[in-house]
């Protein structure tokens, strides 16, 4: 479990102690300092798995550099079935052989699995309108 999953009630510990300091100076100076600190933890955190994540990527074994690419390739094959194959043995079914049963379906979760890994949520939208990511 990573600092980040605690920071929830770190943040609310830290704000009550912030809310006892007496003077409003010292007091808007504290909670500036820990929003930077937070940040600075997040920014490390991020940074770090960029490292993971570039380690794994050039690594030789299929089995480590291949996990992201197998989860898409997973995720390829149930949109294909999906929207592919189970209309066609659908169809197909119910001409040649009618008492076919259809086969079982996939929910609609896949779209949003493959946004999230192409990285067509709108947040990255926004960035890049705001110009903030280029």
Do not use: T
């Not at 990573?2 to 009550?16: E, H, N, S, T």
Request: glycine share 10%.
């Amino acid at each position: 479990m990573a600092i980040l999953d605690f920071l929830p009630v770190i943040g609310a510990a830290a704000q009550k102690l912030i809310d006892l300091i007496p003077d409003p100076g010292a007091r808007a100076k504290a909670a500036e300092e820990y929003q930077r600190e937070v940040l600075a933890i997040a920014a490390r955190a991020e940074a770090e798995q960029r490292e993971i994540n570039k380690a794994e990527a050039a690594h030789g074994s299929l089995f480590v550099a291949g996990w992201r690419p197998a989860i898409g390739w997973v995720c390829a094959l149930a949109l294909g079935f999906q929207y592919l194959v189970r209309p066609l043995l659908a169809w197909a079914g119910g001409a040649w052989w009618p008492h076919l049963p259809l086969l079982p379906g996939i929910d609609e979760a896949l779209w949003q699995l493959m946004f999230g890994m192409l990285g067509l949520g709108g947040l990255r939208s926004f960035e890049k309108a705001r110009g903030v990511a280029k």
